[in-house]
Each structure stands twice: as structure tokens, then as C-alpha cells.
């Protein structure tokens, strides 16, 4: 049988105490005769809510075979282990590829490319904004030399009024 | 008598053949604003992909990957 595992390590533990606790996890395993296919580390990660307090957490799936009797033994060993926050082992069909968590942000990314109609909306109203952006900016050189013949003027007047000693 | 012959009347989305819990795009699309399990009524999947579905966002929430529910 093939199975999958996912465990929550308590983020409060530094790196190499982080590396031990995988260690030891995967030795529970290869005790109870499942050997580790391939394996899968996400790292830090927000909870979607607090276990215990904890808003983060260290993630890591691990791909197994071996017989289902062993399992038993491995949910006992498990549960007793501190500085797991959490875990989940299931069952996944014997042709199944693991979905690595970098993949999984590629497929995120080519997801959003693909239209749905909330998304062509969005770009139509972006489209609209750019259009009423671009006249603005297109003739600076006009505006440009209208802005250094008003500075002038501007730079006059006030040269005139500070010279002006009646104001004082 | 005529047999009757249900008939789909919008297309049912696509569901890959074995819906990961890990795959959060995916289930993101069956969850409704308040974080719940949108129903086969809405969502127009077959049966036996709701259910696959429903498991996997228990599982997904479960390891704090989806939240129970989502605050306004």
C-alpha cells in the first residue's frame, strides 16, 4: 500500500532541532518496515488558524510504502512524539506522482492566466484606466515648454513683488 | 411508455481523477466566501466528485492548510 504523510512541526524549535524531529520521524517509520518513496519539504508556513497557540508552522509530506499492519504502530509512535504539532497519514492509489508545493505555486500562477469571466472584467477596467492615463502623458513636450514660459512669467511677478518696497 | 432522459443541461466542470488535499487552487474554487462547502447544486459536479471534493477541503482543513470559516 501507498501512503502519504503530513506533519506539523513546531515552529519554536530551532533548525537543527527542527532536522532531529524529522529524523526521528522518519526512523518511526522505517521501525515499523514502510520505507520513504520520496519526500516533499515545504518549510515555514502560515496556519490558517492557532494549534496550540502557534500562527506558523514547519511542513514536510513524506511518500511511503509498506504493509497496512505497520500503521497502527506508527499513529501510537506519532501521537507520542513532542514537538509535533500535527499530523495526518492517508491512503494515495499506487500511481500517484507527489504534488510538490513549488509546482503547486506554478499551477497557482497559470491558473490565474486563464480567463474566467471575474478576470476579464478586471481587465477591462484596467484597459480603461491605462486609456485615460495615456493622453495625459503622451504630449510632454508641449506641456513641457507651456510649464517653463508660465515658470518664467511666475519667476517675474515675484521678482517684481519682492522688489516692490511699498509693500513692506 | 417513453424513457426519461436526464439531460445536463450546463457543462459540468473539470475535475481531475484524483483530487489532492493539497491542491489548494482547486478546492479554493468550491469554498464560498465564509470558508463552507458550496453545494453540488451550485457547483455542478457529479456526485461522486462532490464528495471526493468535500473529503479532501475536511482534510485540507484539518491540516490548517483552509480555514473552518473565514471571519467578514
Known sequence: MKYEIMVILNPKQTDKEIEKLLKEVKDTLTENKFTIVDEDIWGMRDLAYLIRGNSRGYYAVLILTGEPAGMAAVHKDLTLTPGLVRYMATKVPDDYVLMRYEGALMMAKTAAKLSSPAEELNKKVRSSHKRSEEPKAKPTAETEEKTAKKTEELDEKLKAIIEDKDIL | MT?????????????????????????????????????????????????????????????ALLPYTSKY
Do not use: N, W
Open chain 2, 3 to 63: 424513457k426519461k432522459v436526464k439531460i445536463q443541461k450546463t457543462k459540468r466542470p473539470e475535475v481531475p481523477v484524483f483530487i489532492d488535499y493539497k491542491d489548494l487552487e482547486l478546492l479554493r474554487g468550491y469554498l464560498s466566501v465564509f470558508g463552507r462547502i458550496v453545494p453540488r447544486y451550485y457547483t455542478g459536479v457529479s456526485l461522486k466528485q462532490q464528495k471526493q471534493l468535500s473529503l479532501a477541503i475536511k482534510r485540507a482543513r484539518e491540516m
